[in-house]
């Protein structure tokens, strides 16, 4: 079955530093891909997506590149913040095959940025 | 701007209890979904739902039951409450299959 890998946790940086948090991915055919980000007390929100080979997805200064020859999504941001830190999810979407395209999700990266 | 809302937020049940997760999406998506997120872990679907009427399992069905009797409306029953069904439930919508998925805040169950 699908299944999400992402680089355990947690990750904890001064602020300005870079940051990358690895995802590696096992589906068959071609998966849209996500990062969820989830601050304390708050539910899952969507950070950024690509849904076909070497899309690059944005948002918030974060990055990911949909990396087919490596199954990988990894999540890049080049100066990060103390309002960055939260846990952060990698997910994937199966491609289409008439049901519900059900998220499968890593088990998530706790992110701290110390001022 | 609602989005998922979800209810309760907190709740503490005993062995045996029962309970219902109300949920609820003002944006008129076809698709809900449930999910529960164990501490230091990712998001395992309990049971979904393509339109009213129409409800599936999902990856950790087990001591759950759900019902969607409106498009709005996805609530998640429990029935005898199990400590192992301590854990962070959410909710969640979406348009149609891989449009972007909203969620709700979370309700935080305990058994004990």
């Known amino acids: 079955g699908d299944s999400v890998t992402q680089m355990e946790g947690p990750v904890t940086l001064s602020e300005e530093a870079f940051l990358t948090i690895n995802c590696t991915y096992t589906?068959?055919?071609?998966?849209?891909l996500f990062w969820y980000v989830q601050y304390p007390g708050e539910g899952l929100q969507l950070l950024l997506k690509?849904?076909?080979?070497?899309d690059k997805g944005s948002n918030k200064g974060f990055e990911a590149t949909y990396r087919k020859e490596t199954t990988s999504f990894h999540l890049e941001k080049g100066s990060v913040q103390v309002s960055d830190s939260a846990v952060y999810f990698c997910?994937?979407?199966?491609?289409?095959?008439?049901?519900?395209?059900?998220?499968?999700f890593g088990s998530g990266t706790q992110l701290t940025v110390l001022p | 701007n609602a989005g998922v809302t979800q209810t309760p937020k907190f709740r503490i049940l005993k062995i045996g209890q029962s309970m219902t997760l109300q949920c609820a999406q003002d944006?008129?998506?076809?698709?809900m979904y449930w999910y529960r997120q164990d501490p230091g872990m990712g998001l395992k679907l309990i049971y979904y739902?393509?339109?009213?009427?129409?409800?599936d399992k999902g990856e950790v069905p087990n001591g759950y039951n759900v019902s969607r009797s409106t498009t709005e409306d996805f609530p998640l029953r429990l029935e005898l409450a199990a400590p192992s069904q301590t854990s962070v439930y959410f909710c969640?919508?979406?348009?149609?299959?891989?449009?972007?998925?909203?969620f709700g805040e979370g309700s935080w169950l305990t058994v004990v």
């Open positions: 969640a919508s979406s348009y149609s299959p891989g449009n972007t998925i909203y």
């Open positions: 589906a068959t055919g071609y998966p849209s």
């Open positions: 690509a849904t076909k080979a070497d």
């Open positions: 997910a994937l979407s199966p491609p289409s095959s008439g049901s519900a395209r059900q998220l499968t």
């Open positions: 944006m008129n998506h076809n698709y």
């Open positions: 739902s393509v339109g009213a009427g129409i409800t």
